[in-house]
């Protein structure tokens, strides 16, 4: 019995596997396509060739063009918080946002690729595919959460304003990244730039939130 149980967790295992290897070429070969194509002009029949594997395994893999897109953003957007958690760790309030702010220049920078086709398919959303538009509504939120999350720490820790707008200036970080990332699709090859509105967004921020003294320059 132990023996069988142990070739069983072997089998499940080495089929674990085999299925995440697949998907990685599949999220290679779409993220390539995507670059190429533009999302419109990419086909799951060409995925699945693209990948290495047969015409018909991206189409039973992700039954729809939604389907598919639906699976490069998760998991890019998986990708990106493991980083994000890596870099924020026990940072609070303007440290954590700062952080965040620099980990999001070095993804868009170093990711290349996969995080082009990542925001290409974020701005499709936009389109009626409910699917695509659902994923997408919930990674905003998420970080809407997670910057509302570092500010009220900042706050608890009495580094931060106490009255200040959190959802308010959560949102507006939010859309600020997403204004910086439409440029970079845009002008690429503005990294200089897009560096430097990662760094105004900082400064502006840590602006907004900075306790009462230091806004007014009154004593401690």
Request: aromatic letters at 8%; a neutral charge; one cysteine or more.
């Amino acid at each position: 019995m132990a023996a069988t149980v142990k070739i069983d967790q072997i089998e499940r295992r080495t089929q674990a596997e085999r299925t995440a290897l697949s998907d990685q070429r599949m999220l290679d070969a779409a993220v390539a396509l995507i670059c190429e194509r533009g999302a419109a002009g990419t086909t799951l029949k060409e995925v699945g060739e693209r990948a290495g594997y047969s015409r018909g395994l991206a189409s039973y893999r992700f039954r729809s063009k939604g389907g598919l897109s639906a699976f490069i953003i998760r998991s890019i957007g998986e990708s990106w918080l493991r980083e994000l958690r890596r870099v924020v760790k026990d940072k609070v309030g303007v440290d954590a946002i700062a952080a965040a702010t620099d980990a999001h220049f070095r993804f868009i920078v170093e990711g290349s690729d996969h995080i082009r086709a990542f925001y290409m398919l974020w701005f499709d959303s936009i389109g009626p595919d409910a699917e695509v538009k659902q994923v997408v509504a919930n990674i905003h939120e998420r970080r809407r959460r997670d910057v509302a999350a570092w500010i009220q720490t900042g706050i608890d820790a009495g580094r931060i304003a106490p009255d200040v707008d959190i959802a308010g200036t959560a949102e507006q970080f939010c859309a600020a990244i997403i204004g910086i990332v439409y440029q970079w699709l845009v002008t690429p090859d503005a990294q200089d730039h897009i560096q430097f509105l990662h760094e105004s967004l900082k400064r502006q921020t840590a602006l907004v939130l900075s306790p009462a003294h230091e806004q007014t320059g009154s004593p401690t």
